[in-house]
């Protein structure tokens, strides 16, 4: 995996650092704001930003509310592309795809469970004993690491792949195709 840190802080500042609304946003109001007096700060902002005037950290760091509730360095914290966009999106990905091979795992054993007993006469009793006769807890551990893996790789080569687009729509559509395909 080539990561290629210039082309990600490209995509990021077209649009000057609104991408972190919301953290800086959530920032402040951990910093002590309440959250209208936070939403105007952020609002206010980003219409300057809109307008021409600057990037969006800049102008946040001039804004006298923003400087007294949220220090320079807790500022510029909020701007960390990796925690800000890709970690959330890479642990999101990774629980879901646990928790759906969890429940896949449990509605393929009921699904054989209720076949056995339609098809075969076979009582619940006796399929689940013969069941665990042949499979292991470690065959399922296995199964619940593998999905945890697999989500993990499919997150970071998403967000890899995302991050790194360029061309505008097209290159983005090209990006998720390529994501898809890997």
Do not use: H
């Not at 300057?48 to 807790?74: I, T």
């Not at 056995?116 to 690491?145: P, Q, R």
Request: hydrophobic residues 50%; proline residues 3%; aromatic residues 8%.
């Amino acid at each position: 995996l080539l990561v290629y840190p210039e082309r990600m802080r490209e995509n990021l500042d077209r649009m000057k650092g609104l991408v972190y609304s919301q953290t800086v946003l959530s920032a402040l109001t951990r910093a002590g704001m309440t959250r209208e007096e936070a939403y105007a700060a952020v609002q206010r902002t980003a219409m300057r930003v809109w307008a021409g005037e600057g990037g969006f950290q800049d102008l946040l760091a001039q804004d006298p509310d923003v400087s007294r509730a949220l220090p320079a360095r807790d500022l510029a914290a909020c701007f960390d592309p990796v925690r800000t966009l890709v970690v959330p999106r890479v642990v999101a990905v990774t629980l879901i795809m646990t928790l759906l091979g969890v429940v896949a795992e449990i509605v393929t054993i009921l699904s054989c469970q209720f076949a056995a007993w339609y098809i075969g006469a076979i009582s619940a009793a006796d399929f689940y004993s013969y069941a665990w006769l042949n499979m292991s807890t470690l065959e399922l551990g296995a199964m619940v690491v593998n999905c945890f893996l697999a989500g993990l790789l499919i997150a970071t080569i998403c967000c890899y792949k995302g991050l790194t687009a360029q061309g505008g729509a097209i290159g983005l559509g090209r990006a998720v195709n390529q994501a898809v395909v890997v």
